[in-house]
Nanobody
Framework: QVQAVESGGGLVQTGGSLRLSCAASGSFNAMGWYRQAPGKQRELVARISSGGWTNYADSVKGRFTITRDSAKNTVYLQMNSLKPEDTAVYYC?????????RGQGTQVTVSS
């Protein structure tokens, strides 16, 4: 069974930066990050395939970068130029052929 553990959330001012990490165990393919703000639906933030292809939500393009260290089974989300609307719980998502596994989430709060 795949497990994913996130770290790196916190409180930051507008314009600041944070880096999220997610260490996963097991066998899996793509990895990614979702987020969910209060009262809103969960949305895909960024995703990276096993081959390194990436895709991003329009709202974070140019500000967020997803990378992957396959040797460490870890995915990172570098978040720059943070905005209050980026405030949400961020979840690591790990894809297998049958299921997606999600971590427990880490809170990111951007103050104005």
């Amino acid at each position: 069974q795949v497990q994913a553990v996130e770290s790196g959330g916190g409180l930051v001012q507008t314009g600041g930066s944070l880096r999220l990490s997610c260490a996963a165990s097991g066998s899996f393919n793509a990895m990614g990050w979702y987020r969910q703000a209060p009262g809103k639906q969960r949305e895909l933030v960024a995703r990276i395939s096993s081959g390194g292809w990436t895709n991003y939500a329009d709202s974070v393009k140019g500000r967020f970068t997803i990378t992957r260290d396959s040797a460490k089974n870890t995915v990172y989300l570098q978040m720059n130029s943070l905005k209050p609307e980026d405030t949400a719980v961020y979840y690591c998502n790990v894809e297998t052929p049958l299921y997606d596994y999600r971590g427990q989430g880490t809170q990111v709060t951007v103050s104005s």
